[in-house]
């Protein structure tokens, strides 16, 4: 399996570089570090003791992994979790913050566990994730995917201006969707007939 810094770094390279999207709440980003996460841990690259685009523009790859390693897997104690579910866990805590361990607890409770819906990944869920996994992990993180890719359809139906990120240009999957299905087994990808009858009612 991959190591937790390695997972990081495939995210870096999959969020990019610096972008300033208006309609992305997290502001200013680079390697899919927000402006707002520097502000709240204080990261003053430039140091002249203000945060802003600046700061974002000169973030480094390995600056961004350790952010992500350090406060978006370590800190919330994403390791408690089968190994199996790691990667796309942690990847949906970078995008999503504690909303990614929302996602998973209301999965755990659809499925028949006793879970409080917090974000938090306490012993509880970590508990309930491993009864979850037996007999085959693989499983519990194909339905977190699910889960994942079915989060974001419903983001983009409250939010037209978070569609562009579910639906690209062309009409075909956008970012986020490419991006929860990486993590899935491909016979729950989505057809393209599939993906088009779900946003069918967005035109």
Known sequence: MQSVRQIAQEI?????????????????????????????L???????????????????????????????FRKPGLERVPEALQASLF????????????????????????????????????????RAAVPDAVVLRDAYGVARRNYYFRLADRRPASRKYVRSQSGGKGGWIRRAEEFLSPVYHLTGAEFQERVAAWD
């Open 12 to 40: 870096v390279a999959r969020e990019g570089g610096f972008v300033d999207d208006p309609d992305d709440p997290g502001g200013a980003t680079k390697f899919g570090v927000t402006i707002n996460t520097m502000r709240r």
């Open 42 to 72: 204080g990261i003053d690259l430039t140091r002249d003791g203000e945060i802003d685009h600046r700061d974002v523009m000169a973030l480094n790859r390995g600056q961004a992994v350790d952010i992500f390693v350090t406060h978006y």
């Open 91 to 130: 990847d949906m805590y970078v995008n999503a913050g504690a909303q990614a361990v929302r996602i998973l607890q209301r999965l755990l409770v659809q499925m028949g566990y006793s879970v409080v819906v917090d974000g938090a990944l306490g012993p509880q869920t970590a508990g309930m994730c491993d």
